[in-house]
């Protein structure tokens, strides 16, 4: 009897728990991939999984296919560029989030205009605080997490503008869907917006995730200049088209201050002091 027979034979409740305990393993393989971006071995990952070394090829082998992995000489395997960057923007953070979380109050309390903080993970930018006032709605169809819709949203633009070669080219290659009339749906028209977000140090939205909101977002880029976490707010099409320059000007401003204090860099007496750059530079 075949696999799919025998899964079938067990029933559903059977099925569903080994794929969760396949996932799961998944989920360890890429968390071992991001500790260790010099490379593993199969047989490192089947003893870290407590799994045969043939069920560990099998999972390194999928995450090849999908890109989150490279399989390179002498049988070890590194995480795809796009994956190292995302995570790392991930295990940075997770010491600042509470700190940061605080920075969506400040930009809130400046603006009155619903405010988030997002945060880059594998695979996906988990919005970790967001803050607005009773009766000023959330940007509907906006959950917790922004995966295949980054290219429509202030915030996933700035992820996205921090990325690689590779790793946006793998990010376009699943398509780019459309939201509304507006969303941009083209490699080239994206890859122009984001030259525009790294060169403004800001990025904005107009209607294209949903027709009734824009949106402005910036980075914030500690004193190190590595990229922590992203900041933004949203707001109706009229206040954005009025106040755009006092909006990406406040939004910058407030994510910068924190990025300054951020993990900041020791005092070198030999060198003067070294002034943040807002905008990143690829």
Known sequence: MNEPVRALARGPAAAS???LSTAKAVLRVLS??????AGVRADEVA??????VSTAYYLLTSLCEEGFAVHESKGLYRPARGLEEL???AEHANGTQDGLAGTVDELFLLTRKRSYLGIARAGRIEIV????RQGVPRMPGLG???????????????VLSRLGRSGLSRYVSQGLKSFTEHTIITAAGLEAELDRVRRDGFA?????????FCCVAAPIIDGRGRFVAALGLSTTPHVFNTELERLSTTVMQVAQGVGDVASPRPAD???????QRLVPVL
């Open 17 to 19: 728990s080994r794929s």
């Open 32 to 37: 071992l991939l991001a500790e260790r971006p």
């Open 47 to 52: 003893q870290t999984l407590g799994k045969s």
């Open 87 to 89: 995570t790392a923007v």
């Open 129 to 132: 605080a967001f803050r607005g």
């Open 144 to 158: 917790s997490e922004i995966r295949d819709s980054a290219h429509a949203l202030a915030l996933g633009k700035v």
């Open 204 to 212: 904005v939205e107009r209607e294209e995730f949903n027709e009734k």
């Open 269 to 275: 007496p030999r060198r003067g002091v070294r002034r």
